[in-house]
């Protein structure tokens, strides 16, 4: 018997915002058999890969989550049966040109990708490897440093925050377990405090508390009150990172910022990056995504020439998860950090291509889940087998997050002491 693949199954499920998505299955003629869930977004690049979703005009018409599960069981699911599971590379290409677009439009990177994780995972069961060792090889053995998100705005709140993502990171521990602890009491002192003010503490998308707040400076001072709260100390024990997403408040995606609770109306490129750079300077700020909108290169350029080496510059919609876009970047200096989704580009391959990108320009990377999330795991091992050094996986408020910690804390048990933690500055 051997690890070729005997069969593959999709299914439409939910995900956590209750929207159908892909789940996808691979069986092995040895017996093996894995599944794969696929996330989805709701602040998405322009350049990110094409997955089949439904809304209104797309669920009955061919463009849905349906056609994408009818695309894995009848034109990809032919093609691979057959294949050896651990040749993921030669799965994955053959999924690409089977497809035949730029952006995996046709067949859907939600279809694609589900294949390609679910593939990687019955190779690794079969082989009866954990998903990380399989993945990373003998070495991967770091836990990355959690950015957890405790507090939303943007498009993943109905709240008055203007951006997106308020992340609390635990860079002065020891261990993944402490690390992660640590930014969870803070998430509890930061439920305290904004019911001492009699602030709203339900939450947004990714599990943060989403309070109406008059700016985004209110939001990073309650957050500074909460670390302290919780005994520990801002900048030194645990550092924010923020993900303004700005893209969301850029009406032209690149020159003009319509910061409707902060900062006054409407700015420029220039003024948004000065303002950035206050900010970075006044708040313990180790890690800032998308500070500018993803068609606004040379903004980038400049924060990076200016706080490049005191924080990480990560690109999420201005990459998209690309190699086109990210050598684009290494080449023009224009961030020093890229957020990693599987499901901007669609296979396990090109991700690890990515990755290995980055790597090479002595870039970081950062492995994130999507805002819409199931829960599957995947990205908790991904993160260590690719060495990255941190994880963006939400708050400790919804299962569809706790997965993937729970699981970082088994790899961590499981690696004993081989296990390794730290934070790297950029
Ligand atoms: O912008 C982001 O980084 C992500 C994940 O936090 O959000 P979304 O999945 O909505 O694009
Ligand atoms: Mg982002």
């Known amino acids: 018997m051997t690890s070729r693949i005997a069969a593959v199954d999709a299914l439409e499920i939910l995900d956590s915002r209750g929207n159908p998505t892909v789940r996808v299955f691979v069986e092995l003629e040895n017996g093996t058999c894995a599944a794969a ?31 994408a599960v009818d695309n894995v069981t009848k034109i990809i699911a032919p093609e691979i049966v057959g294949y050896p599971a651990e040749n993921q590379a030669a799965i994955d ?10 952006n995996k439009a046709n067949l859907g990177a939600n279809a694609i990708l589900g294949v390609s994780m679910a593939v990687a995972r019955a ?25 957890m998100n405790i507090l939303n705005g943007g498009a993943h709140a109905d709240n008055s ?13 020891d261990s993944f377990s402490e690390g992660l602890r640590a930014v969870a009491e803070t998430f509890h002192a930061l439920k305290k405090l904004l019911n001492s003010r009699g602030l709203a503490t339900g939450v947004g998308d990714e599990g943060g508390f989403a309070p109406n707040l008059g700016s985004n400076e209110e939001a990073m001072e309650v957050i ?41 109306g409407t700015l420029t490129s220039d003024a948004m990056v000065e303002l950035v750079k206050k900010w970075a300077t006044d708040y313990p700020i180790v890690s800032w995504e998308d500070p500018l909108a993803e068609g606004d290169w040379d903004g980038f350029n400049k924060i990076t020439a ?15 998860t690309n190699t086109r876009y990210i050598e684009r970047g290494i080449a023009w200096k224009t961030a020093n950090s890229v957020l990693i989704k599987l499901n901007q580009i669609g296979t396990v391959t090109e991700t690890i291509e990515a990755i290995r990108r980055c790597r090479d320009a002595g870039w970081s990377y950062v492995i994130s889940h999507r805002s819409g999330e199931t829960e599957d795991t995947f990205i908790a091992d991904f993160s260590v087998a690719m060495d990255g050094g941190q994880i963006k996986t939400g708050s400790a408020s919804r299962s569809d997050r706790v ?8 790899i961590e048990h499981e690696l004993g002491q081989e296990a390794r933690y730290y934070w790297r500055k950029p």
């Open 306 to 320: 200016q706080i490049g080496d005191r924080a990480q510059i990560v690109g999420d919609d201005i990459f998209v």
């Open 37 to 67: 869930s696929v996330p989805s977004g709701a602040s998405t690049g322009e350049n990110e890969a094409i997955e089949l979703r439904d809304n209104n005009s797309t669920r009955y018409n061919g463009k849905g989550v349906r056609t």
């Open 123 to 147: 190779a690794a069961d079969s082989l009866g490897m954990p998903l990380y060792r399989y993945l990373g090889g003998c070495g991967a053995c770091r836990l990355p440093v959690p950015m």
């Open 224 to 264: 500074l009150e909460a670390i302290k709260k919780a005994g520990y100390q801002p900048g030194t024990d645990i550092a924010m990172a923020l993900d303004s997403a700005a893209s969301s408040f850029s009406p032209d995606l690149k020159s003009s910022y319509d910061l409707k609770w902060s900062g006054g």
């Open 161 to 173: 925050v203007d951006f997106q993502e308020f992340m609390a990171v635990p860079i002065g521990f």
């Open 93 to 102: 290409r053959l999924m690409i040109e089977l497809d035949g677009s730029e």
């Open 403 to 410: 997965a993937k910690y729970n699981r970082l804390l088994e």
